[in-house]
């Protein structure tokens, strides 16, 4: 089953450290040969990620419940 509400948490994390990151990289915006070409690197790669990821996360898998060894029994009874 899709969660919506678990997708955009992620989402929106991914967005937050995509802001940092790129606040980051404009600190030596000014040594940059080419910057269009760079801004359109970064987009083309990084935010069809973040947008994978949120989906992907979006998707629960059950989750096991583990059995304590004692609880099991002997296994030679």
Do not use: Y
Request: glycine residues 6%; charged residues 20%; contains cysteine.
């Amino acid at each position: 089953m899709f969660s919506l509400k678990k997708s955009l948490k992620t989402l929106a994390k991914g967005q937050f450290c995509f802001l940092i990151m790129t606040f980051i990289l404009l600190t030596n915006v000014s040594h940059w040969r080419d910057p269009l070409a760079s801004w359109v690197l970064i987009l083309m790669l990084i935010q069809p990620g973040i947008f994978l990821l949120a989906f992907v996360d979006g998707f629960r898998t059950k989750k096991a419940v583990e059995v304590e060894p004692e609880e099991r029994g002997s296994v030679f009874t």
